[in-house]
């Protein structure tokens, strides 16, 4: 990884976008829903980012990236869960729906190979251990 900032990485710019259409559509969900739904859809879309520059800032000790790059998978496969809701719950259609998906399932895979090879995105000689 050879980017000194984190909002230059591929999968925080897919992460961002994601997040920021999530903000845009839920505008439209129902009053009701501003402290449930609402309110977890944007979280959970928004750590995505979050952890992951929080990993990145941490990539120096691997434990650390790969704990912070796990709580991003979490975070995006939760907002996997609130968009089923949304679409269940008739907010969104399903074109939005699958467009949505997809970019979240973009984020997955990229994630992913964040975490099956580490070694690509901590730096040499960076320690494999938190307290060392």
């Known amino acids: 990884m050879s980017s000194s900032n984190f909002r230059d990485i591929s999968v925080y710019k897919k992460a961002f976008s ?3 259409k999530i903000f845009k559509i839920s505008k439209n969900f ?4 501003t402290y449930s739904l609402t309110s977890q859809i944007r979280r959970s879309s928004r750590s995505v980012c979050a952890n992951v520059a929080e ?7 691997e434990a650390h990236f ?4 796990t709580d991003a998978d979490m975070e995006n496969s939760e907002t996997q869960v609130w968009l089923d809701f949304a679409l269940a719950c008739e907010y969104i259609g399903n074109e939005i729906y699958q467009e949505l998906l997809r970019e979240s399932e973009e984020v997955g895979r990229m994630i992913n ?3 099956a090879n580490p070694e690509r ?3 040499k000689g960076a320690s494999s251990q938190i307290n060392k």
Do not use: D, N, Q
Request: glycine content about 4%.
């Open 121 to 123: 995105y901590v730096p």
């Open 55 to 61: 990993g990145y800032r941490k990539r120096r000790y």
């Open 66 to 69: 790969i704990s912070k790059t």
């Open 18 to 20: 994601l997040a920021m």
């Open 30 to 33: 129902p009053k009701e829903e």
């Open 113 to 115: 190979h964040m975490l």
